[in-house]
């Protein structure tokens, strides 16, 4: 007796809109405020870092925001993704449960993030920009612009912390195979990066500092722009298209989640799973529990404060109101770079506040050791960040074991890990150990976050 | 006006056959021939080194052999491929012809070998084989064996070659992510490898020691065999499912090849890609034209003699009548190191030798800069490998502009780069050289060829 593994979409079921939540949220999202004046931003103070329609997008109400058909016409490289049933998975846990998940690693750049790399890059180049700038730090997010760019005409520079960049060439090496060009941050490229290395020559960067360089050559060119990864309302946007995909495969499979499941660092392809399900909820339909997994060492839904705080060290981005550790925390070296990052994701936060989702946080061995088994089982070495939501996923499976109930458990597989094997490596060898951030440098972080009124 | 980019196919529609083109061959393919008597091999010659099933395989006269639903199920993981339209492409080429290419690059370990890991690992367990053993260079066979073991509940033992093992330890992490055990090659562990290291404690190892450490484990062992991942019948056998799926794949684009492209060390997957197509003009169907596509620096094909050789530098393993460059030639450091063999598949040979294929061959530096022009048109980076394959796939679509042609070009994408980037990393450096055989050497390596009676 065979059963079906996998649920693939044709081409045409690829989603012709975005899902923006912000038109089904009970309560609105509390306004980002001016680094100088405190004051609610308008449209005008960030058209000079990104294009009007993505602005548009980041403040629109629309429940519905058509994918253009140039940007849908290169999603189909590799969308619809698969959804996965883990049959070897659930009978390796012995769990009654019925565990599914979405693989966003069959991507050029072997994650979600070209889920809005491309939408970016294309709305920049319709309205004329030539040059993007960002940040990456192990160097995902600058691998999925680089491909963005090549695909757009679009030149992009990519500053990437200057750790990631001396120890991990190879993303370096991907990006430049897609045309963009890496500089390592701190740079001379730009007064900020140059007051850096005046003061510490051999200072290894931070996403903070990498940030404020990508931001100052956007700021101070006419026909340069900025990207962002993750965090913000459009970028979240961008990666519903994971969940309604995998709405459409549920049906297929003839099931509905229970719970859902999904990593958060900034929480963009959290938000890509779950946001098309909590929407659903919101509008009186089924309401799965919704869990957010994210690493012990950086965890800022479990243990951070929801309050305005800055998205960079340097201070020169918009506050925003957020789970956040503080902008001075600094996140310990553990493996999953991509969920190394102070704050969280303003709309996740606000869905947290408004007790719409869970969250959870694991140390990292215990993550590899659910990557080790899910690989075994199911073939796909994780990505050490995905190790996080197939740990979570575990949990909820041996929970419906314990109690004997066969849920239907639903995660994100955000992206592979053949990029990020010197981790596993360091797993196998005993050498991999659990971070812990400073328990005193958090109070101080938080003690230092930035008093600000009220907005109206 | 969108297009279709991918063909996708129904778990439904995984092909429930290999085929075999030895049933369709015009003259029978000359035998393997035993080491030491130098006459022709039986199954129980091979006994010891592979289960029966595997050894009918390789001497079956069927047209198509089932594959068993448990291998079916396994590879139902990531089959059946997705088959491409290369539109960015041909477009930056400014090509009339129409370029499809067949993706390998979603298995679990990046590549075509999985295909006949799982059925190899299958067949053994099936026969109450507890353990494996195989030789890997880079490391694409070691990893898609290890995963294939770790479904089956079967012990592997990977010897790596040791340069290969010191310089590319993420392989090896990925083998033991898949509870495989990896031994650098020559090693203590076998007879052969402590008299290579008592005669030279560096010794850097090689493919031919290598093997000739897992055959003699295997040998010696009851309950263990050994696994080759290319060069024999049933191996090529087994991966036949890529060029039958790719033809039901044309079927749906409503397009047939008038050429097929594919890179060749062993011949794996080339013969994947071709044999399905050859055969069904070998029985009076359509001929597309056929490319081998070989690197310049261990050219087999296109500079080897078509003669009885040893498989292996120790001379343990059988001989077979192939294009060979003698099993004493040392092939250049390139970078595509699953080219990287002295001989070709008697298969594919045979062939060569009835005119039913053609080969080219090319310098790493051409293929590395199509590597690039196809990775920044249509996203994904290939294998250092599979780049040869899209170098003669772009050289047959600038002939069409050329001529003028709309000739249908389908090529075999056998695996991604994502483990190769320093090989990238190099070429964007200006590091990488084109390597080139020492002709001498070629030429002494071919004098020494051994002499064998002719088979009655």
Redesign the interface.
Known sequence: M?????Y?L??SQLPKAWYNIQADLPKPLPPPLHPGTMQPLGPADLAPLFPMSLIQQEVSQEREIEIP?PV??VL???RPSPL?RAH?LEKALGTPAKIFYKYEG???A?SHKPNTAIPQAFFNMTEGVKKLTTETGAGQWGTSLA?AG??FGIDVTVFQVRVSYDQK??????M????ARCIASPSMETNYGRSVLAARPDHPGSLGIAISEAVEIAATNDDTKYALGSVLNHVLMHQTITGIEAMQQMQMADCWPDVIVGCTGGGSNFAGIAFPFIGQGLRGGAKPRIVAVEPAACPSLTRGKYAYDFGDTAHMAPLTKMHTLGSTFTPPGFHAGGLRYHGMAPLVSHLKELGLLEATAYHQTECFAAG?AF??A????PAPEANHAVKGAIEEALRCKREGRSEVILFNLCGHG??D??A??AY?SGQLRDDHYDEAELAMALAGLPSVPEPA
């Open positions: 065979s059963h079906q593994t996998k693939l044709e081409e058909e849908r016409d189909r490289l590799w996965f070897r069959v991507s050029p072997g491909f090549s695909l060439p190879y993303r370096r090496a991907v430049e195979t897609y045309g080790v690989a075994r199911e073939g796909i070495v053949h990029f094997m010197a596993y490596q196998f």
